[in-house]
C-alpha cells in the first residue's frame, strides 16, 4: 500500500494538472483567428491558386542512415526518410533508377556529415535548405527534369 500511494497521487496530480491547463486555457482572439485563417489559404499566382495535380510524391523505399564520425569513433547516427517531387506519371522510372539515387544521396549526406552539417542545431531551416539544395542538385543531375524537389521527411540523430 505504501507503494501503491505516490503513483495514486502522481496520476490524480498529472489529471489535475492537465485539467487545470484545459480549463485556463486562453480563448483565442476572432481577429487573430482570421488572420491566421488568411495566412493558410492557397497562395495564388497569376490570379489562380497553383495547381498541383501535375505532381506526384515518391517515397525512397528505405531510410538513409548517416555516422556521424569524430577520430576513429562513431558518434551518432543520423537516420533520414526522403520523398521526391516528380511531374506525374515519372513513379515507375524514378524506382527503377532508385538504387542510382540512393549512391548519389549517400554521397551528399555523407559530405554533409564530413563538414559539421549534423553537429549542433542540424535541424535549422539554414541547414536543412543547404541540405535539400544539394540533394536536388544531385538528383536533378542524375535524373534530369524528372525531379522537381527533394522532401526531408523524417530526421533523426542519435548520439552514442
Known sequence: MKKLLPLILLLV???AGVGAGIFMRP???PEETAISEE???AP???GTAEDTSDREYVKMNNQFVVPIVNGDAVQALVVLSLSLEVPAGQKDSI???EPKLRDSFLQVLFDHANVGGFDGAFT?????AVLRGALREVAQKDMGDQITD???IE????DY
Open 27 to 29: 480563448v483565442p482572439d
Open 39 to 41: 495566412m493558410t489559404e
Open 150 to 152: 527533394v522532401l526531408i
Open 155 to 158: 530526421i533523426a540523430r542519435q
Open 44 to 46: 495564388e499566382i497569376g
Open 124 to 128: 535549422n531551416a539554414n541547414n536543412l
Open 13 to 15: 496530480g498529472a489529471g
Open 95 to 97: 524506382y527503377s533508377r
